[in-house]
């Protein structure tokens, strides 16, 4: 057990400075381009999907949880809503980014995040469109920095997002290295999340975890061949990070709140399966 707790801290360790680097970057680009992007797209019309599904993959502090809010207050649709959700990166591109995962690899995941969010929500606009739906702008408590810690400095909020995410690293590969350990190597290969379909399933559920842990556990199952690339897809696509949790506070159309809810999984776990068949 002493080993297996010390290789889960030394894994940990090597990624801290890494991580620390990234956020620090992160925080950087928030600073100066965040309320520009959320300008951007509260301009952007129609076009609001294509261009809320590139900033989506920006890495940028509460994107997804302003976007709650704008959507909350009507400026923007729901179409732009669910591309900056799917193509949002949340934990997973620090991660990745740490891992020193190649370049090309990252670029296709965030590439095929961005391209589904763009398709799902200019096909929901349209047909929202074609059904007479119109999306009247009513701003009410629009909080552009709802759970953004740069205010705090960027030192100071990387410091803090390190900390974070590497306890939950730390938590997932114990998990692992115990599970190594007691059943061997084949058992990776061999969990229910590696399985086609129902991996998707329920890593879709996971993804929906209103925090970041959603995608971290994702991230690391995923780096350490736990799960399937069509299943880390669907998690990856349904994870707002808190952006869900945003929107359920501030849009109290609870009915609504579920549709969206649904309709997030509903394309996460799609694009999933579809994914896994065909990679």
């Known amino acids: ?14 990624l801290i400075p890494f991580l620390f680097l990234t956020y620090l ?5 928030e600073h100066k381009t965040g309320d520009r992007s959320r300008k951007l797209i509260q301009k952007a019309g129609k076009f609001g999907p294509v261009i809320g599904g ?26 732009t809503l669910m591309a900056i959700y799917l193509s949002t990166s949340d ?6 980014i740490s891992e ?18 763009i398709v799902a929500g200019l096909l929901i606009d349209l047909v929202l469109r074609r059904k007479g739906v119109e999306e009247q702008e009513h701003i009410h408590d629009i909080c552009e920095h709802e759970h953004c ?65 959603g995608s971290v556990v994702i991230t690391q199952l995923y780096l350490e061949g736990a ?8 998690g990856l696509l349904t994870g707002t990070g808190v952006g869900l949790l945003v929107l359920l506070r501030v849009n109290h159309n609870r009915r609504e709140n579920l549709k969206i809810l649904g309709l997030l999984y509903g394309i996460g776990v799609l694009m999933g399966i579809v994914l896994g068949m065909i990679l």
């Open 25 to 29: 970057a992160m925080e950087y680009l």
């Open 227 to 234: 799960m399937g690339i069509g299943a880390a897809m669907a």
């Open 100 to 117: 020193q995962v190649a370049a090309g690899t990252i670029m296709k995941i965030l590439l095929v995040k961005a391209c589904t969010g």
């Open 1 to 14: 057990m002493a080993d297996i707790i010390l290789d889960a801290l030394l894994d940990t360790a090597k």
């Open 149 to 213: 810690h740069c205010e705090k400095g960027i030192f100071r909020s990387a410091f803090s997002h390190t900390l974070q995410i590497s306890a939950f690293i730390l938590i997932v590969c114990f998990a692992l290295n115990l599970l190594l350990h007691f059943a061997g190597e084949d058992a990776l290969a061999n969990l229910i999340l590696n399985k086609p379909v129902i991996g998707s399933v329920l890593a879709g559920i996971v993804g929906l975890i209103p925090n970041c842990a």
């Open 54 to 79: 590139v900033l989506g993959i920006v890495p940028q502090c509460g994107f997804s949880a302003a976007a709650s809010n704008l959507y909350a207050g009507r400026v923007i649709t729901l179409g």
């Open 91 to 96: 934990e997973m591109l620090p991660i990745l």
